[in-house]
């Protein structure tokens, strides 16, 4: 009986710390939620509404319209499905031919292939732009998706390769020993003890590929056609040569941008696993 | 089951010269423990055995089959790593099966045999296990077992103890001797622990900075240690060493102690030259005449009690077995086993 | 040390040892995919645009050799001047805004309180949000006239800005919206270094009757020393090539106000195109981002080296 006025008051500090840090972390999230919210919104009111002022949060009338107008309209199916083909095919060959390489590398200790890729990280995607341009007009492939898939690769495969190169270092050498002694090809070795111990890095990998292949947007505006664009490209025409309504806009923003919104939610622990591992390897 | 030889085997890195010639020939069927401090080429060694690393020079026969040029897979031989190195991804039962479906064999068979073995070892409930599942020494089961399942020709062991507690590291000592003698394939056993040596090996190679001190069974290097560093290794406490000369029959260290010789040397072969004499603390008894000294040390652990002793400059470490009732400070009367006595030369180490 | 010397000893018998290495797997066929790919899209464009760089040519016309005509264009190019400034300031300020922020919300989210796990995960979301959607968001928010920007601060009683619309508050705006999207990262890597700090000093600080600030100034701040490093290097790469965002909301205007190099490049290569000279600019802005991250990375090495010393 004698100790609970000793604990009592350390309980209460403590509740009243936890209550401070969680309303200093909400101050920090909300120009993130007040964003979202607000673009949610925009996305969801009349023109009216979007041009009213005070403005509106919550409008009397949901313009659920502005998303049919969205797809009827500016053939975003056709985008959708542009930008599922670039990123699906982009982050699937950088996968195929990435993560064997990260292997390889590893086991090299090719420290001079892990500078080119590094460089190659740091290195403004324009760059590559006027060679692999003027490559594709030669190859009389500018039309087709293919310059946009190959172009994509430019970031999905060092991403790939980066991420697992620190993933492969990590992973114990003794086991691939026990497996060689225990009769593994090195292509058996790779395929039954390597790969499968690297699952979750391969996850990481494909996450953070998708997502920034996803979000490309530098390559698109140059290679893409009227027939070729992605989804990031799409939603920038709309804002240049349409009557601007707002309406319509904010709700093709959020359908390019949500998939890789409700991954980054669905994935948080591989990302942030990703993103620190490759920065701090990446220094 | 398999002879190993090795003939000649060099091994550098680089410019440094890791094993300069190195030749030891196992039996068939023979426990062979390679002991020495670390960074004595003998983790090395077993790797190269292995396959794992190559010979710089030299040739490793295992039967009559050259190997040194064939990668690990081929060479028909089990190893169980310091840290296991258990497929994590693997349940014990594919673990140990693992070596038998990359040789396709038929996966009833494999299955027989990965019971078997997991019978030997007590491993029959946790077949289903994931490694994480398991005990620091049901691991070490299951990396043996992988290597039995497979009925290689020779078993490599690079330090496997090293990571369990002590107590059940006496467990698996005798626990792998069991399985040598059960199944008796040729082995190779790698390890710093000179006790682990002592206790398993038919043959115990000793190793340092690259070259072979001394070939020999467990009781005869410690009877007969060919050099200082084998007689210091071997043996715990370590031997003391006194450095001095023989006179007149005796041997009087270069502080002035007077030792006693064994009654079979003769005086004669050692002629006045600079010396070391070599006694083991457990060849020390108490007793009321001979050397006196001042206990610096006593540490009883009650089956025994070690004690330094301080007798005329000289340090001399003793084990008694009987109980006797010693002090710090005290002066105790010690005789020494002068068949016990080892006299080594002191400029080249070598034993007289 | 003795690993690193060791290593280097077994790479020279790779290397230059008298038989090559018969028994170590060969690692080459992993890799030689890879490298097929990132000659072709990767090296081959490197070594195609310094080519480009010493050539004059204007898509439609004759391609010419230039040598250095278009370096010295760009070294009295006033504009190519200006958008280096541009890039300069708008580089110091999506770096520093980020770095304070991002180190803020690391020390709160390292923390715990109930919540926390979901709202550090809405706190990472505009880092991964496609920043063409962002961007086109904000740019209704900067809205002069319908903005809710401008409605909030005049909630607070300051008058309307014109953000973007105008010279002196366009790149202010756009780091706005940079540091919005990009200070969870510095807050990640923050995150990392504050849950990899040891609780032994903090103990004993306590005993040695430390408060809060003086726990922060003297442990926890030299300690995430390396790590605010790192962010710094990540950042100011990305910040000096930001396009999406800049292009989006402005393309570099109001007139050239908010044009870094990036975009200039941009303009230069796919609005005039110019190739030669978009190359040679691209080659410049290549070299300037690589020293950048070698000069930061030496920076960080010699960082970690008198930390070690000190210890």
């Not at chain 1, 804002?239 to 919104?261: D, K, R, Y």
Request: aromatic share 10%.
């Amino acid at each position: 009986m004698e100790r609970t006025p000793v604990k009592r008051p350390f309980i209460k500090r403590r509740t009243l710390d936890r209550v401070g840090l969680l309303f200093a972390a909400l101050i920090m999230v909300s120009p993130v939620v007040l964003f979202f919210l607000w673009m949610i919104s925009l996305s969801l009111k009349y023109e009216i509404d979007n041009g009213a002022y005070p403005p509106i949060l919550i409008p009397e009338n949901f313009a659920w319209a502005n998303y049919v107008q969205v797809f009827k309209e500016n053939n975003f199916f056709l985008y959708f499905w542009n930008s599922v083909l670039v990123t699906g095919a982009a982050t699937l060959l950088a996968l195929i031919i990435g993560v064997p390489a990260g292997y390889g590398i590893a086991r090299l200790k090719a420290e001079k292939a892990a500078i080119v890729i590094m460089i190659a990280r740091m290195t403004p995607g324009l760059s590559f732009l006027i060679p692999l341009f003027l490559l594709f007009q030669w190859l009389n492939l500018l039309g087709t998706l293919w310059p946009q898939i190959i172009i994509h690769l430019v970031v999905t495969v060092p991403i790939v390769v980066w991420i697992m190169i620190g993933y492969f270092e990590t992973t114990p050498m003794e086991l691939e020993e026990a497996a060689s002694i225990d009769g593994a090809t090195p292509w058996q070795v790779f395929r039954l003890v390597a790969l499968p111990i690297a699952k979750p890095g391969i996850v990481v990998a494909f996450i953070l590929a998708l997502i920034f292949s996803w979000n490309n947007f530098v390559f698109g505006i140059v290679l893409a056609s009227r027939t070729t664009r992605t989804l990031p490209v799409a939603v920038y025409n709309m804002l240049s040569f349409e009557q601007v309504s707002w309406g319509p806009l904010a709700a093709a923003a959020l359908i390019v941008t949500l998939p890789v919104l409700v991954l980054t939610l669905f994935a948080q622990k591989q990302i942030v696993a990703g993103l620190t591992a490759g920065a701090v390897k990446g220094g | 089951m398999a002879t190993v030889t090795l003939q000649n085997i060099q091994k550098r890195f680089g410019a440094v010269n890791v094993i300069e010639n190195l030749s030891v020939d196992i039996a068939d069927g023979e426990f062979v423990v390679l002991v020495g401090p670390s960074g004595c080429g003998k983790s090395t060694l077993l790797r190269m055995v292995a396959g794992l690393e190559e010979v710089s020079g030299g040739e490793i026969l295992i039967g009559a089959r050259e190997v040194s040029n064939l990668p690990a897979r081929d060479r028909d031989i089990a190893m169980v790593f310091q840290n296991y190195a258990l497929y994590p991804h693997m349940t014990v039962e594919d673990n140990m099966g693992f070596a038998l479906k990359l040789k396709k064999a038929d996966p009833a068979d494999t299955a027989e045999r990965v019971k078997k073995a997991a019978a030997i070892l007590g491993l029959e409930n946790l077949l289903d296990r994931y490694p994480r599942q398991l005990s620091g020494g049901q691991r070490q089961r299951v990396a043996m077992g992988r290597a039995i399942v497979r009925n290689p020709q020779v078993f490599l062991f690079d330090e496997p103890l090293s990571n369990l507690d002590a107590k059940l590291r006496v467990v698996m000592r005798s626990e792998i001797k069991a399985m040598h003698q059960r199944i008796g394939t040729t082995t190779i056993y790698v390890t710093h622990d000179q006790i682990e040596a002592m206790t398993m090996a038919d043959k115990i190679v000793v190793l340092h900075d690259g070259n072979i001190e001394q070939v020999g069974a467990p009781l005869e290097l410690y009877d007969r240690p060919a050099n200082l560093f084998v007689a210091g290794f071997i043996g715990s406490p370590a031997m003391n060493f006194l450095e001095g000369r023989i006179e007149e029959g005796v041997f009087r260290t270069d502080k002035g102690l007077i030792l006693p010789l064994p009654a079979d040397l003769s005086p004669a072969s050692a002629g006045g030259r600079p010396l070391v004499y070599g006694i083991r603390p457990e060849h020390i008894r108490a007793s009321d005449q001979g050397i006196q000294g001042r206990a610096t040390i006593v540490e009883g652990t009650g089956s025994e009690i070690f004690a330094k002793l301080e007798c005329g400059g000289e340090q001399l470490s003793c084990l008694f077995r009987e109980r006797i009732d010693i002090r710090f400070g005290d002066t105790v009367g010690v005789s020494i086993d002068e068949k016990r006595v080892h006299l080594f030369d002191k400029a080249t180490g070598q034993r007289l | 040390m003795a690993s690193v010397s060791i290593e280097t000893a077994r790479t020279e018998t790779g290397n230059k040892g008298s038989k090559p290495s018969r028994l170590a797997p060969n690692y080459w066929p992993f890799v030689v995919p890879a490298l097929i790919v990132i000659g072709a899209v990767i090296v081959f464009p490197w070594v195609f645009t310094l080519w480009m760089s010493v050539n004059s040519w204007t898509l439609g016309q004759e391609q010419t050799f230039a040598g250095l005509d278009n370096y010295i264009r760009l070294a009295t190019d006033f504009r190519f001047w200006e958008s280096l400034w541009h890039t300069l300031i708008f580089t110091v300020l999506a770096v520093v805004a980020p770095l304070f922020l991002g180190t803020l919300a690391a020390l709160i989210f390292d923390a715990q309180f109930p919540g926390r796990g979901f709202l550090r995960g809405v706190f990472v979301m505009p880092m991964m949000a496609t920043p063409v959607a962002i961007a086109l968001v904000w740019t209704m928010m900067f809205h002069p006239q319908l903005g809710v920007l401008n409605y909030l601060l005049s909630l607070v009683g300051i008058g309307p800005q014109e953000w973007i619309y105008n010279r002196y508050s366009v790149i202010p705006s756009l780091v706005l919206v940079e540091t919005w999207q990009w200070t969870p990262l510095i807050m990640l890597i923050v995150l990392g270094g504050l849950a990899a700090l040891p609780r032994e000093p903090y103990e004993s600080a306590e005993i040695d009757g430390a408060n809060a600030w003086q726990k922060f100034r003297y442990l926890t701040l030299p300690m995430i020393a390396p790590f605010l490093m790192i962010g710094v290097i990540i950042r100011s790469i990305d910040a000096i090539k930001s396009f999406d965002i800049i292009y989006a909301m402005t393309q570099g205007g109001p007139g050239t106000a908010s044009e870094t190099i990036n975009i200039y490049l941009y303009n230069t290569a796919f609005s005039y195109y110019d190739i030669g000279y978009g190359s040679a600019m691209a080659v410049v802005f290549f070299v300037i981002i690589v020293a950048l991250s070698f000069a930061l990375m030496m920076v960080r090495a010699r960082a970690n080296w008198s930390d070690m010393e000190t210890r």
